[in-house]
Nanobody, 111 residues
Framework: HVQLVESGGGLVQPGGSLRLSCAAS????????MGWYRQAPGNQRELVAG???????NYADSVKGRFTISRDNAKNMIYLQMKSLKPEDTAVYYC?????WGQGTLVTVSS
């Protein structure tokens, strides 16, 4: 049984960077697709980025060129490197693996 725990959120100024991490308590080897979602106040949860077992990635148009998703199956980790952050990136970010969700980590972009 896999559980997901996110970390790395916080307060950052516009233009800044953050790196989110998601630790899986069990093996991720058999989880084909994993991803990051986010939910801002009053909005629906939306896909930010996804990555397959063999490293194929996809991104929401709003984050292309600024965010990078990666995974390390040996360490049971996935990451989201976020650069050039904007106030509209403010949200709770969730790690996802199929029907599994982490508890979320808050990212606030504000001066």
């Amino acid at each position: 049984h896999v559980q997901l725990v996110e970390s790395g959120g916080g307060l950052v100024q516009p233009g800044g960077s953050l790196r989110l991490s998601c630790a899986a308590s069990g093996s991720m080897v058999r989880i084909y697709l994993m991803g990051w979602y986010r939910q801002a106040p009053g909005n629906q949860r939306e896909l930010v980025a996804g990555i397959t077992l063999d490293g194929i990635t996809n991104y929401a148009d709003s984050v292309k060129g600024r965010f990078t998703i990666s995974r390390d199956n040996a360490k049971n980790m996935i990451y989201l490197q976020m650069k050039s952050l904007k106030p509209e990136d403010t949200a709770v970010y969730y790690c996802n693996a199929g029907t599994l969700w982490g508890q979320g980590t808050l990212v606030t972009v504000s001066s």
